[in-house]
């Protein structure tokens, strides 16, 4: 594996320090990978983001005290996004409204969505959601994390947390309603 060998070999110390780290970092990458990619949007942003954020966890891994290790990596990993996108796409991170102003409502949006909701769809639904909105759905419908390891990621409380979940999922419904409309 690349972390592996990208930090070559020591003497014992590093050694051991080495075989921690991919003790605890390791095992987490294809979750490092989806939060990146989804946060990022692109394959090789998503790549440059997770090896700087290994680096960083690297770096740290004396900090960490043990506990939740996808957790830990999962926060770097947010950390080095939003870091990524100040610097990259500033635009992006621009706070998102709380209010859902202008989106229109679809007499039954579920009926819509279980007829029509595919793949490409879901992808362009979920790429049009706010960062911070993004980033929620991401972690809790695909990476399965609870809404108390989310707070813990994403430096949030509880109650933002379910609060951006509930706001993300009816973004999301209403653009996958508004998406499938368009197509019929």
């Not at 942003?45 to 939740?68: K, S, T, W």
């Amino acid at each position: 594996m690349w972390a592996a060998t990208a930090f070559g070999k020591g003497n014992l110390s590093e050694h051991s320090e080495r075989d921690r780290f991919e003790q605890t970092v390791l095992p987490h990458l294809d979750a490092a990978y989806n939060l990146a990619r989804w946060l990022t949007r692109d394959d090789q942003d998503a790549e440059d983001v997770v090896q700087e954020a290994c680096l960083r966890a690297f770096r740290f891994l004396g900090g960490f005290r043990g506990g939740d290790s996808r957790a830990w990596l999962l926060t770097i990993v947010r950390h080095t996004c939003y870091t990524w996108l100040q610097k990259n796409r500033e635009h992006e991170l621009v706070s998102f409204d709380e209010e859902l102003d202008g989106i229109e409502s679809v007499a039954n949006p579920e009926e819509v969505l279980l007829d029509s909701v595919d793949q490409q769809s879901l992808r362009k639904a979920l790429e049009e959601l706010p960062v911070e909105f993004r980033e929620v759905i991401i972690l809790r419908e695909l990476e399965g994390l609870s809404y108390k390891e989310i707070g813990v990621v994403a430096g949030l409380s509880l109650g933002t947390v379910m609060s951006r979940l509930a706001r993300a999922r009816k973004r999301l419904q209403q653009s996958l309603a508004r998406l499938a409309v368009k197509e019929a």
